[in-house]
């Protein structure tokens, strides 16, 4: 079986905090496709974000071990 991938959501809010979540796991090229597609903006919880979303695509076991860290 081939290696999980993740998207990853990174969303800045006015007040300089900073959230990554994840969004998505499967295979590379979905993952791509989603990254392609996320245009971001947006509010998150009615507070409003300062930049776009930044989606980011990874292997799954490192965004793991970053969680583990």
């Not at 979905?30 to 903006?41: A, D, P, V, Y």
């Amino acid at each position: 079986m081939s290696e999980l991938w993740v998207v990853t959501y990174r969303i800045e809010f006015p007040n300089s905090d900073i959230m990554v979540t994840e969004f998505f796991r499967g295979d590379r090229e979905e993952c791509l496709r989603i990254r392609k597609q996320s245009t971001g903006g947006g509010e998150h919880d009615g507070c409003k974000t300062i930049n776009p979303w930044t989606a980011i695509v990874g292997l799954a076991r490192e965004w793991d071990e970053f969680l583990e860290a």
